[in-house]
């Protein structure tokens, strides 16, 4: 069965906590939050003190997507606040062992993520050593994108590393998922769908959060 992480990045910001709460009682395993800079993607949205104080309002497993340049600077804000996965980008980074390590200190899981036009081979070695990896489906930066199919031969190679690993290491994919294309991630490997638009821009939370998970 996947996992469903909604991305709170097209939820109600006024709403957070009840947006947050609405998810999780109709099947969303995860919450996805993106965390941008304006350095790294051209986007400025959430910080560690927002990632605190939904972390007082629930127990649900926050999954911290990093878009940021330096993340070495704030991963022990973002794991003290209470995130329970942090993903940094291998394009922001030099040295991705150090920081993986950096983050299971934290106490934290770790994961490894790439643009569209970025090569798996940049993370291929060190997709033994984190917990997931992330193959974006769209140029990180906003909400609403539509998906980039290029990119699943991509998470299919990903998905086959992760199977000589013989560990359990997520696959998740992130931009522009919606019900037309939730089966063919699926196939592909996936096994963790981030949604943002699709999720909180419908109507029926559990119809789509339903729809993703039966595609
Ligand atoms: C994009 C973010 C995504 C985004 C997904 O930079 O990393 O998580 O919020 O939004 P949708 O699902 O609307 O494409
Ligand atoms: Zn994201």
Redesign the pocket.
């Known amino acids: 069965m996947v996992i469903i992480a909604p ?1 709170i ?2 939820a109600d910001f006024t709403r957070l906590g009840e947006e947050i709460n609405a998810v999780a009682a109709v099947g969303a395993e995860w919450i ?1 939050i ?1 965390v ?1 800079d304006g350095h790294f ?1 051209p ?1 400025i949205t959430i910080g560690a003190v927002v990632v605190e104080n939904i972390r007082k309002k629930t127990p649900i497993f926050l999954d911290c ?1 990093l ?1 940021i340049e330096n993340p070495q600077d704030y991963i022990n804000a973002f794991a003290k606040a209470g995130a329970n996965l942090i993903t940094i980008h291998r394009e922001s980074i030099t040295d991705p062992q150090a920081l993986i390590q950096q983050i299971k200190h934290a106490g934290c899981l770790a994961g490894i993520s790439i643009n569209p036009e970025t090569s798996l081979e940049t993370i291929r070695d060190i997709i033994p050593e984190v917990d997931l990896v992330l193959i ?10 539509t ?1 980039i199919p290029e990119v699943l031969p991509k998470l299919k190679e990903a998905r086959s590393i992760i199977q000589q690993t013989h560990k359990r290491i997520y696959l998740q994919i ?5 019900a037309q294309n939730a089966a063919v991630v699926k196939q592909h490997g996936a096994d963790v769908l ?8 419908s109507k029926d939370y559990k119809a789509a959060i339903t729809q993703l998970k039966k595609a």
């Open positions: 991305s990045l097209s996805h993106d941008m993607v986007n997507h878009m974006m489906s769209v140029h990180p930066g906003f909400s609403g994108q998906f992130d931009g522009g998922i919606n981030v949604a943002a638009s699709f999720i909180f821009h």
